[in-house]
């Protein structure tokens, strides 16, 4: 608990507030892992393409 919660109190607004504003600082930490491991899988990708073509159900 290194930050201050400028959302404390009671009641339904205040624990809405409460739940965005962790649920923001959650997802700007995760962030960095997301992209990295976008493009990891974007390199591996281009290392090794598929041995066959691709089709699924959109490409039919």
Request: no cysteine; net charge neutral; hydrophobic share 50%.
């Amino acid at each position: 608990n290194s930050f201050p919660n400028p959302f404390d109190g009671d009641g339904a607004a205040q624990g809405l507030l409460r739940a965005l504003s962790s649920a923001i600082i959650t997802f700007i930490a995760q962030l960095p892992l997301g992209v990295l491991a976008g493009i990891l899988l974007w390199i591996w990708r281009k290392d090794h393409p598929p041995k066959r073509p691709l089709e699924g159900i959109i490409d039919v």
